[in-house]
T-cell receptor, first 115, second 115 residues
Framework: QQQVKQSPQSLIVQKGGISIINCAYENTAFDYFPWYQQFPGKGPALLIAIRPDVSEKKEGRFTISFNKSAKQFSLHIMDSQPGDSATYFCAASMLLWGQGGKLIFGQGTELSVKP | DSGVTQTPKHLITATGQRVTLRCSPRSGDLSVYWYQQSLDQGLQFLIQYYNGEERAKGNILERFSAQQFPDLHSELNLSSLELGDSALYFC??????????????FGEGSWLTVV
C-alpha cells in the first residue's frame, strides 16, 4: 500500500532523445509526487514535483505527466543530454498527521545518455 | 552544495559496535530527516524531527535512535551494528514539516561499512 513502483531499472538514451521513466502507486492518500535526481557521490536533489490536481507540469526540459485514475506518473526528459546521466527517483508523500514529511521512494532508474 | 552537512563522510566499524552520525541542517531549516540508502532496500525513510520533536517515524530499527538538539543539528545513533547495516545514510532538511510544497535538501551522506 505504501509502495511506489518505478520502471525501468536502467535506461540508455541517445543524446537529443526523450527519456521516459514511469512510476505507479497504490495508496490514494498520496498527495505529492516529486522526482529526485542523484549523481554519484551526491545526495538526491529535487528536480520537479506535482500535486494530484494537475495532470502535467513542465520545467524546462523536464515534464511530469500524472494520471490520477491509473495511479501512475512519469518523468519525461526532452532533448536528453549526457549531463542528465544520473539516477532518478520518483517519490510520494501523503497528507496525514505525522506522515507529511515522509517521502516514499521508488527503486530508482539509472539513466545513461550516450553522446 | 545543498547546505546540509554530514559527518563523517566515511566510517568503517566492526559488528556489535556503536556509531553516531551527525547532521547540520541548512540555515533556517527546522525539519531534519534521516534516510538509509542500500542496493537491496533503496532509499528508506527512517525518522523526521521538526524543531526538536519527533515528527514521523519510518521503519527504523530499535537499535537505531536519533535526536535533534536545540541548535537544530541532529544525530543518528546506530548500535549493536550488523553487517546488514552497511549503507549510505542521508540527512536532509527543510523549512516545513511537510514534504508537499517544500524542497527537502539532502546532504552528501555518510558511508557506513560494518565489517
Amino acid at each position: 500500500q505504501q509502495q511506489v513502483k518505478q520502471s525501468p531499472q536502467s535506461l540508455i538514451v541517445q543524446k537529443g532523445g526523450i527519456s521516459i521513466i514511469n512510476c505507479a502507486y497504490e495508496n490514494t492518500a498520496f498527495d505529492y509526487f516529486p522526482w529526485y535526481q542523484q549523481f554519484p557521490g551526491k545526495g538526491p536533489a529535487l528536480l520537479i514535483a506535482i500535486r494530484p490536481d494537475v495532470s502535467e507540469k513542465k520545467e524546462g526540459r523536464f515534464t511530469i505527466s500524472f494520471n490520477k485514475s491509473a495511479k501512475q506518473f512519469s518523468l519525461h526528459i526532452m532533448d536528453s543530454q549526457p549531463g542528465d546521466s544520473a539516477t532518478y527517483f520518483c517519490a510520494a508523500s501523503m497528507l496525514l498527521w505525522g506522515q507529511g514529511g515522509k517521502l516514499i521512494f521508488g527503486q530508482g532508474t539509472e539513466l545513461s545518455v550516450k553522446p | 552544495d545543498s547546505g546540509v552537512t554530514q559527518t563523517p563522510k566515511h566510517l568503517i566499524t566492526a559488528t556489535g559496535q556503536r556509531v553516531t552520525l551527525r547532521c547540520s541542517p541548512r540555515s533556517g531549516d527546522l525539519s531534519v530527516y534521516w534516510y538509509q540508502q542500500s542496493l537491496d532496500q533503496g532509499l528508506q525513510f527512517l525518522i523526521q524531527y521538526y524543531n526538536g520533536e519527533e515528527r514521523a517515524k519510518g521503519n527504523i530499527l530499535e537499535r537505531f535512535s536519533a535526536q535533534q538538539f536545540p541548535d537544530l543539528h541532529s544525530e543518528l545513533n546506530l548500535s549493536s551494528l550488523e553487517l546488514g547495516d552497511s549503507a549510505l545514510y542521508f540527512c536532509a532538511s527543510s523549512v516545513s514539516y511537510r514534504a508537499a510544497g517544500n524542497t527537502i535538501y539532502f546532504g552528501e551522506g555518510s558511508w557506513l561499512t560494518v565489517v
